[in-house]
């Protein structure tokens, strides 16, 4: 989901004043003083980088009689540690964020149990009326009917309205041939709508039918790929505990140095599908044009045209990645697209919100609507090749609690796949695009760390090991590297030439070096290396420095015109906007270079607040040029305030992150 940048090429007209301030600076620091303004803790400043981190000497068996002997460069202190990353492994719980946490309950929709369910045999399928929980809706009776819910393809707006048909009568059960349908159920005498749900069946047609017939002399290798928007590696520990035992206990391995390449999903999401970078997503893909997405090379096409059986679900309709002041998909972009099944769910349904979100969607939990219809899709096609993305916003975006109430159910959802044979040839990535993106903690260093370290986990079946030992070898070694969303793009490549489907691996256009987790890649990668701009780069600290240091005053400054000029090009709407002055510099460290670092260049990460009241995040490069200060933004600028109920009075989705509405 999505609040983001897209015209990244904005021209700014080079900033003078900083000439003011030549005389009295010069850049490298002599010493650094501390002043954390907004937390009694110091994190990333007090960290010293040990040189000689410690090396663990890993065993394991890829079968019972070879033993595959591989040396991990591991530190407690650290996820990563390379001469070019350097990731501290931070205490989830630490002083700095210990107050923001608070476990927040399950809610349940609804206390009763659903009148309704659904039975699917290959092409048709049978919606019940559960007759055993009748009397909790009505001592009277009920009587029900169903109306059918197809994609209209509207011209206007293909993706987002849907056409509902007839509602017909029906007693006890019905045989539909739909994908998805309504059903609602009165009570007899009184005539009022007693419960009204949505069903998605996964009914196999002719089409299918000959995909999964055409299989059968090819390997079978299934991708299934969950995803749960803004959950960091941190925020994971803290809220998913239960989720996070099961995920260690039963081998799945965690990249802990999955670092973000752009602010939100959108672009990150693309650069695991796509392999593109922001700008080029954006102008490649122009997803603001009806039809363009659908032209744009998205991995998922090439596992359809592959014979893969495909599918795609996304909750909370309205900021879908593919969505969010978006035009969506002119066709279906998957063989099984549950897009119109949740716009059903959201908008047919009385839905109601928790933290802002769409939680309950009639008598379920949107989140759990995805985590079935993952659970569904990858039981139905346990048999066949298929390619299953399956992506949940509704319970994690907005608050940095909300994950806690669905930890039961995330964690019911993964035991229930990993039964039975379900799993078998299946890869599973269990993942999200980036962490919390706004709110309190944003204002912290720990919050700044986990922004861009989202959760990245990936099980693998067992023959797998076995059969490329080399590959599985590999991956344990990079869970301490340092990996990105374009890593993953080339590796659902390789799946593909594993599969061995006829198919040519290409480089990721945003990140040439970029390669596969199951290949060698250099050991000290950085995040040039890695194409992860300086402000989402985790690798070098930073250490707090004095907010009234002129060098920071002067950088702000800088950040505060950027965003200005940002705002100024668009013409037709700036006016809408306030002109923002700074309001205080609320943090501002230095990057941490130390004596053994690659690299001699300084940034300033500067958190500064504005009036009207907005808070910005920026990185700024710092270059002495002949006695002449100059800066360089390092990636967009982030805003950490919930700016939503201040940027209606303009659409564009960019401007709107910079936007605060004159009344
Ligand atoms: C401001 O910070 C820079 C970089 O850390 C340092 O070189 C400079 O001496 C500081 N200036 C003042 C006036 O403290
Ligand atoms: C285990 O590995 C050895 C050596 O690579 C190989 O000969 C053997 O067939 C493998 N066994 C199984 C069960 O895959
Ligand atoms: C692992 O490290 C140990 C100690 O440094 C060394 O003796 C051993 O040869 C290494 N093993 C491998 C497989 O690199
Ligand atoms: C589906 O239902 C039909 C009868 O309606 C039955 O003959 C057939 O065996 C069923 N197929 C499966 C796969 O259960
Ligand atoms: C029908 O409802 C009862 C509770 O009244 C529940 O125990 C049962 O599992 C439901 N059956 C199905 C198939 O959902
Ligand atoms: C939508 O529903 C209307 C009326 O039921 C029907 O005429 C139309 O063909 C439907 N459109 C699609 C795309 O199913
Ligand atoms: C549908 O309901 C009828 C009773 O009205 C029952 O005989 C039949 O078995 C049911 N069919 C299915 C598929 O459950
Ligand atoms: C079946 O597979 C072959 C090669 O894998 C492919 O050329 C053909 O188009 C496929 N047919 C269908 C109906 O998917
Ligand atoms: C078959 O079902 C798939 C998945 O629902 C759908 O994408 C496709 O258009 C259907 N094909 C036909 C011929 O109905
Ligand atoms: C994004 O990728 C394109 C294509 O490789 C490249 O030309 C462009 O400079 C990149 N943009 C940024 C901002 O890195
Ligand atoms: C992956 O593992 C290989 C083999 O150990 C290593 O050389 C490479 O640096 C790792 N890749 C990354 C991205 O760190
Ligand atoms: C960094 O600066 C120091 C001192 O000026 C210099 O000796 C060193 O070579 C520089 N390192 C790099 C990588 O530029």
Not at 39 to 60: C, D, I, M, W
Not at 279 to 291: L, Q, R, V
Not at 418 to 439: A, C, E, P, Q, Y
């Amino acid at each position: 989901m999505e609040y983001e940048i897209h015209k990244l090429s904005v021209k700014y007209k080079t900033y003078t004043l900083i000439l003011l301030f030549i005389a009295t600076l010069t850049l490298y620091l002599l010493y650094v003083q501390s002043y954390a303004q907004l937390s009694q803790s110091n994190l990333l400043s007090t960290l010293e980088y040990p040189n000689n981190a410690v090396l663990k000497y890993f065993k394991f068996s890829a079968n019972s009689t070879e033993e595959i002997n591989v040396n991990i460069t591991t530190d407690p202190d650290y996820l990563v540690y390379s001469s070019k990353c350097r990731i501290p492994n931070v205490d989830p719980f630490n002083e700095e964020v210990k107050h923001l946490y608070k476990i927040k309950p399950y809610t349940k929709c609804t206390k009763l149990p659903l009148l309704t369910y659904i039975t699917v045999n290959e092409t048709t399928a049978v919606l019940h009326i559960n007759q055993t929980a009748i009397h909790h809706y009505s001592q009277n009776g009920v009587f029900c009917c169903y109306s059918s819910v197809t994609r209209k393809e509207d011209k206007k707006n293909p993706d987002a309205t849907i056409n509902v048909s007839k509602c017909e009568e029906f007693d006890n059960n019905v045989t539909f041939s739909e994908d998805f349908i309504i059903v609602e159920c009165n009570d007899v005498l009184l005539k009022k709508q007693v419960y009204k749900n949505v069903h998605a069946a996964i009914r196999i047609n002719d089409s299918v039918k000959k995909k999964m017939e055409n299989q059968t002399n090819q390997k079978q290798l299934n991708i299934l790929c969950v995803g749960i928007d803004s959950v960091s590696r941190l925020n994971f520990m803290r809220e998913m505990p239960k989720t996070r035992s099961f995920l260690e206990k039963n081998k799945w391995i965690e990249l802990q140095g999955y670092n973000k390449v752009a602010d939100n999903t959108y672009p990150n999401l693309m650069g695991l599908l796509s392999g593109m970078n922001e700008s080029f997503a954006y102008e490649k893909c122009k997803p603001f044009k009806i039809g363009y997405l659908d032209k744009c090379k998205l991995l998922w096409y090439d596992y359809r045209n592959l014979g893969f059986i495909t599918g795609y679900a996304e909750d909370e309709s309205n900021i879908n990645t593919f969505n969010f002041h978006k035009k969506g998909f002119l066709h279906e972009p998957t063989d099984y697209y549950f897009r119109p099944y949740m716009i059903a769910a959201e908008k047919k349904l009385k839905s109601s919100k928790v933290d802002e979100m769409t939680y309950c969607t009639g008598p379920e939990t949107s989140g759990e609507r995805i985590l079935n219809l993952a659970k569904d899709f990858a039981e139905t096609f346990r048999k066949y090749s298929y390619f299953g993305f399956f992506w949940m916003n509704s319970f994690s975006h907005n608050k940095l609690n909300s994950l806690s109430r669905m930890d039961n159910k995330v964690r019911e959802f993964l035991e229930e796949i990993s039964k039975d044979d379900i799993l078998d040839n299946t890869i599973v990535l269990f993942f999200s695009d980036h962490g919390l993106r706004f709110g309190e903690i944003r204002y912290t260093h720990t919050g700044w760390l986990e922004e861009r370290l989202p959760i990245f986990f990936m099980l693998l079946p067992e023959w797998f090991k076995i059969s490329f030992p080399n590959k599985y070898k590999n991956l344990l070694l990079n869970k301490s590297k340092l990996t990105t969303p374009y890593d993953i793009y080339m590796t659902l490549q390789e799946l593909l030439i594993i599969s061995e489907r006829n198919y040519s691996i290409v480089p990721s256009t945003a990140c040439a070096k970029c390669k596969s987790i199951f290949e060698e890649i250099e050991v000290n990668r950085s995040c040039e290396d890695a194409s992860i701009k300086q402000h989402w780069c985790t690798c070098g600290g930073y250490e707090h420095i004095s907010t009234g240091n002129s060098t920071v005053k002067a950088a702000g400054e800088f950040i505060l015109n950027k965003i200005q000029a940002t705002i100024d090009s668009y013409t037709k709407d700036s006016k809408k906007c306030a002109k923002f002055t700074i309001k205080k510099i609320m943090t501002a460290s230095i990057s941490s270079n130390g004596e053994d670092w690659y690299k001699n260049d300084t940034y300033l990460l500067i958190i500064l607040q504005t009036k009207p009241n907005a808070v910005f995040e920026g990185t700024v490069s710092v270059e002495n040029k002949e006695g002449r200060l100059d800066f360089q933004m390092q990636g967009s600028i982030s805003r950490l305030d919930y700016y939503d109920p201040h940027s209606h009075c303009v659409n564009d989705s960019n401007l709107k992150k910079y936007c605060y509405c004159n009344r």
